[in-house]
T-cell receptor, first 113, second 114 residues
Framework: EAGVTQFPSHSVIEKGQTVTLRCDPI?????LYWYRRVMGKEIKFLLH????????ESGMPNNRFLAERTGGTYSTLKVQPAELEDSGVYFC???????????FGPGTRLTVT | KQEVTQIPAALSVPEGENLVLNCSFT??????LQWFRQDPGKGLTSLLL?????REQTSGRLNASLDKSSGRSTLYIAASQPGDSATYLC?????????????FGAGTRLAVHP
């Protein structure tokens, strides 16, 4: 069974540009989460989808971040326009329905210069 | 607001030692708690999930305990090996204020040398 996959693994962009990160959860997992680690700090929750609906987006830092999960399968996280402080590692996780064990992807390392 | 503290921040031990990694959290209203390991440049690997109604979980050489009332969890690693070298993260899942989101500690960086 394939795990959670994320694309790209690395992205380097200039301040003001747009970047879109993609996450493919484990097949059959209704729950999909985005987290990030910035500036060597703890991993922080961004938002949670249940199928295609946003269940909790309390961790989204500002309106430059837009997450979608069309059709309840893969998800994208768009940052527009990117700022220097957005640099970090963005993780995606998925889990079965209910409050279950979360499985994480390898992350996307975003560098904004 | 849930705060998670992991002690020690770093640990370096010779192979074969039994280890105890500590995690404390300020809000005992949790639904579950997960322990992860993270290898450099890699994602997080789930090690153990403890439900709030459980006291401990075991997987191979790993044993995690949970004392929800005191806000503590402990990860015990028996007979450590160099392959156990990684950062270990503790993440409780709040009962309220967020459906199954995890709150992470800063981690314990473990180095096991031959």
């Amino acid at each position: 069974e394939a795990g959670v996959t994320q694309f790209p693994s690395h992205s380097v962009i200039e301040k003001g540009q747009t970047v879109t990160l993609r996450c493919d959860p484990i097949s059959g997992h209704d729950n999909l989460y985005w987290y990030r680690r910035v500036m060597g700090k703890e991993i922080k929750f961004l938002l949670h989808f249940v199928k295609e609906s946003k269940q909790d987006e309390s961790g989204m830092p500002n309106n430059r971040f837009l997450a979608e999960r069309t059709g309840g399968t893969y998800s994208t996280l768009k940052v527009q326009p990117a700022e220097l402080e957005d640099s970090g590692v963005y993780f995606c996780a998925s889990s079965l329905a209910g409050r279950r064990e979360q499985y994480f992807g390898p992350g996307t390392r975003l560098t904004v210069t | 607001k849930q705060e998670v503290t992991q002690i020690p921040a770093a640990l370096s031990v010779p192979e074969g030692e039994n280890l105890v990694l500590n995690c404390s959290f300020t809000d005992s209203a949790i639904y579950n708690l997960q322990w992860f390991r993270q290898d450099p440049g890699k994602g997080l690997t789930s090690l153990l999930l403890i439900q709030s109604s459980q006291r401990e979980q075991t997987s191979g050489r790993l044993n995690a305990s949970l004392d929800k009332s005191s806000g503590r969890s402990t990860l015990y690693i028996a007979a450590s090996q160099p392959g156990d070298s990684a950062t270990y993260l503790c993440a409780p899942g709040p009962l309220l204020g967020g459906y199954n989101k995890l709150i992470f500690g800063a981690g314990t960086r473990l180095a096991v040398h031959p």
